[in-house]
């Protein structure tokens, strides 16, 4: 059974950086796409940064530049180093995962449970 645990969300001031993790558990690294989502309150979940199986980093246009993904295949982590935080960057952060081997890790089956992100100005 595939279970991503996050960690590292908290409160940050703007212009602060957190870095987020999420450690995986029964699944092969290199036969899942994984990455970060989001969700505001009222707002729809939305990708934040993937990492497809062929190595490929995809950036939403809103944290090009501030966030950066990567993982440790050894351990089975992925990381989000999130930079020059914003405000707009509060959210319930989700890692997820998707079996298969993808280009751009989109839809995603498997889910944490969230961490919590909230930046104030």
């Known amino acids: 059974q595939v279970q991503l645990v996050e960690s590292g969300g908290g409160s940050v001031q703007a212009g602060g950086s957190l870095r987020l993790s999420c450690e995986g558990s029964?699944?092969?690294?290199?036969?899942?796409?994984i990455g970060w989502f989001r969700q505001a309150p009222g707002k729809e979940r939305e990708g934040v940064a993937t990492?497809?199986?062929?190595?490929?980093?995809g950036y939403a246009d809103s944290v090009k530049g501030r966030f950066q993904i990567s993982k440790d295949a050894a351990k089975n982590t992925l990381y989000l180093q999130m930079d020059s935080l914003k405000p707009e960057d509060t959210a319930m952060y989700y890692c997820?995962?998707?079996?298969?081997?993808?280009?751009?890790?989109?839809?995603?089956?498997?889910w944490g449970q969230g961490t919590q992100v909230t930046v104030s100005s």
């Open positions: 990492i497809g199986t062929d190595g490929y980093k």
């Open positions: 029964g699944y092969t690294d290199s036969t899942f796409c």
């Open positions: 997820a995962a998707k079996s298969g081997r993808w280009h751009r890790c989109l839809s995603p089956s498997i």
